[in-house]
Nanobody, 122 residues
Framework: QVQLVESGGGLVQAGGSLRLSCAAS????????MVWFRQAPGKEREFVSA????????YSADSVKGRFTISRDNAKNTVYLQMNSLKPEDTAVYYC???????????????WGQGTQVTVSS
């Protein structure tokens, strides 16, 4: 079965950096777009960044543009989210998800990881 396993979360001070990883198995990774979502306490899950199957196209929410970079290594079946200049409002559980094509809608994704907590202190 499809498994997505996130790692790399933690506690960091404002202005710091973290790199999240999401390792995929049980699917032809290079055929799937990969997306990062996040969910803060009491808020809905929201789109963060996406990358197409080839890696040629990436998309990011306005709130993270210029600070977060999504990338992938199809040889390692892994997608990454490099997060720089972190802010307290970036605090959330970060989830990776897979779909044949990019969608901004949470409801259109069937494959999800368990999430990794990112906490940014001020």
């Amino acid at each position: 079965q499809v498994q997505l396993v996130e790692s790399g979360g933690g506690l960091v001070q404002a202005g710091g950096s973290l790199r999240l990883s999401c390792a995929a198995s049980g699917l032809t990774f290079s055929s799937y777009a990969m997306v990062w979502f996040r969910q803060a306490p009491g808020k809905e899950r929201e789109f963060v960044s996406a990358i197409t199957w080839s890696g040629l196209n990436t998309y990011s929410a306005d709130s993270v543009k210029g600070r977060f970079t999504i990338s992938r290594d199809n040889a390692k079946n892994t997608v990454y989210l490099q997060m720089n200049s972190l802010k307290p409002e970036d605090t959330a559980v970060y989830y990776c998800a897979a779909r044949r094509s990019v969608s901004w809608s949470v409801s259109e994704y069937n494959y999800w990881g368990q999430g990794t907590q990112v906490t940014v202190s001020s």
